[in-house]
């Protein structure tokens, strides 16, 4: 690994616990495996991978520990067909066009035409130009094509990019580096190999409860915990789409704002739109299920 | 392995003790089929430097997050992880102690029936007119010798992948989007008069394929020319994934991806643990439907189920998970070998429950089906209208 020529500050935790309290200052509670990973990532200056099931707060981490290195956060969103000019950087050809206009006739060389000023930074090119030291979140990466994930590899081992007409840029300081996964398709072991890797399993319903409480102020207590027995007791059917802790949040907030103190049989069905987002899923919980889940969640 | 522990940390200094801990678990792990290279072994000490020792829930994440990138390996890991650093009398077996057949042995189950014989087959004809003979020969009816020679055509298969066009944009004269970048070069030269026009246009790229292949007994006659067919379909680029079914499903594109067919049909069928036995159809799709489909696997893909379609499950199922299926896949295609036969129909329960989510149903008895399959999955271009 080349680390020579980038600048690296001190680490800024001492120990997993103190990163664990800062997580939990930026309303994230980790558990003990996550917050280890995030602790090694920066000890290690490695990417860290997180992969789990969608809705388990995979992008909820990264931002949660961008806050609490008060580092920028730089996201980059991929899908199928992203590219460099979406990804990295692009010239600005409208005001190059304009440039050349406004110059007197054979007055522009190419050099001006393609200088900084003309340039504009997409999410890596920023992390990499960043005077600051940023968090660079490479969210569903496994939604981009390998085309892109090979470009990637590069980025992330000497953070660098070249840009034809420029030269070579390389990262005043090391990005910390993020990237998430919905495991749509599997990624490259070349890719993997340079990152640390992070499966987010659901949390535990004691943990849950903990999150609901802490995400929706003001919710009943006697609610966030029967809300979250509820979504366990679904994880553990077989939908097609179990709920995620976000789905969770959202439950409970629509919930509180409906003024329940705990779970009712037809609230809980009036509102279940937002804890399952499959058709068929909602078919299979109703009636005697749905009224069985609930008496079972309240215990 | 269990000798090669060493008991007595004492002997050596800490540093020292740990570092062949972590090389002999990694070794343990390999064996586990995990893939553990010097890479992960010196992030892995890195990490074990960074951490509080004495907690032992920090020195399993550490080890855990260096060591494995894929979920798969996490029980593995996990069962290697207790064997190892919590002391158990001796590391339980990391694979299924189970005698493994030989791929010889395995062929031999596959084979064709003994016994049958080439109808006119004394008779001396070209090598060209004997492959085209062989061509529409059924598979079921193939002597050992004819099948050797058939392998030879399956593999030449070139297998037709149906196209989608990618969000990415290639330089093409005939293009609709104009280049910009190109143009803003040009420029230069006329004062910034946009003259010289240059376009891009979407590219186009192969679309996912996923096959699913039946390995059950009512399928012996076909299965190992399919299985053929499937290394031949993996080999034609990136996006294939295969899978093999009778009573559990199992996926098979790593094994499948070797270039030497006999090594990727040897690891292929010590792979699959039911060969020739039962088939649940219905139970197996809604396995691939649950695991694959969830990943979006399906969403987009054409999907080529290869099966007989007998079902000894609940035919219920099968519509069940065909429906769920199809409205995540871009095409369904059944291959099913019994359509070779003239007066095949679909009335097997299984078949019958499927045929309503089918976008084409094609037979797949003989060489010659299968060149047909790679024109009709060529030929695929909107969605459900094969």
Known sequence: MRTGFIY?????????????????GALYLADRGLATALYLSLVLEKPLLLEGEAGVGKTEAAKAIATALEAPLIRLQCYEGLDIAHAVYEWNYARQLLHIRAAEAGAVDEGELFGREFLIRRPVLEAIESEERVLLLIDEIDRADEEFEAFLLEVLSDFQVTVPELGTIAARQRPYVILTSNRTRELHDALKRRCLYHWIDHPSVAREIQIVELRVPGVPERLAEEAARFAAELRSLDLQKPPGLAETIDWVQALTALGQQELQVEQVHATLGTLLKYHDDLLTIRDETLAQLVATARG | MADSRTPSPAAAGPPHAVVRHVVLFGRVLREGGLEVGPRRIADALRALDAIDLARQEDVYWALRQTLVARREDLETFDRAFHAWFLRAATPPPLRPAQPLRTAAERRRVGAPAAGVELDGGEIEVGSWSRDELLRKRDFAAMTAEEFARARALIREIAVGRPRRRTHRLRPDDRGTAIDVRALVRASLATGGDPVVRAYRSRAHAPRKLVLLLDISGSMEAYARALLLYLHAARGSGRGVETFAFGTRLTRLTPELGSRNADTALAAASSRVVDWSGGTRIGESLKAYNDEWGRRALTRGAVVVVLSDGCERGDPLVVAAEMARLARQAFAV???????????????????????????RLVSGHDVASLEALGTVLGGIVRRHAA
């Open chain 1, 8 to 24: 690296s500050p001190p680490m800024v935790f001492a120990s997993i616990d103190e990163l664990d309290s800062a997580l939990a």
């Open chain 2, 333 to 359: 295609v059944w291959v099913n070998p019994l359509k070779g036969h003239p007066e095949y129909e679909p009335l097997t329960g299984g078949m019958q429950a499927a045929y309503p989510y089918i976008d």
